[in-house]
Nanobody, 123 residues
Framework: QVQLVESGGGLVQAGGSLTLSCSAS????????MGWFRRVPGKEREFVAA???????YYADFVEDRFIITRDNAKNTVYLQMNSLKPEDTAAYYC?????????????????WGQGTQVTVSS
């Protein structure tokens, strides 16, 4: 089992920055893909970014070069640096781990999930 704990959410004004962290514990592996998703109440979870074992990264189109995902395997931690935030970015952000091979941007492709951290961007 893998346990994930997100932190770093909060309230920020439009145009500001915020960095989210996700710490993993349990049966972790540097071979796992780690990703970030977000959810607005009443809507499905939406892919934000992912990083693979070789540090290859993938981003949703709406990111528009504003976000950066990184990982520190020694600390079993993944980060999401968010810049130029927009009110449309307001959501609960979830860290997730994919333990199977290959890349996926579907929530069903990930095996473990954190509890989420709220990001609110004011206009």
């Amino acid at each position: 089992q893998v346990q994930l704990v997100e932190s770093g959410g909060g309230l920020v004004q439009a145009g500001g920055s915020l960095t989210l962290s996700c710490s993993a514990s349990g049966r972790t592996s540097s071979a796992y893909t780690m990703g970030w998703f977000r959810r607005v109440p009443g809507k499905e979870r939406e892919f934000v970014a992912a990083i693979m074992y070789d540090s290859s990264t993938y981003y949703a189109d709406f990111v528009e070069d504003r976000f950066i995902i990184t990982r520190d395997n020694a600390k079993n931690t993944v980060y999401l640096q968010m810049n130029s935030l927009k009110p449309e970015d307001t959501a609960a952000y979830y860290c997730a781990v994919r333990s199977s091979a290959g890349f996926s941007k579907r929530p069903a492709g990930y095996n473990y999930w954190g509890q989420g951290t709220q990001v609110t961007v004011s206009s």
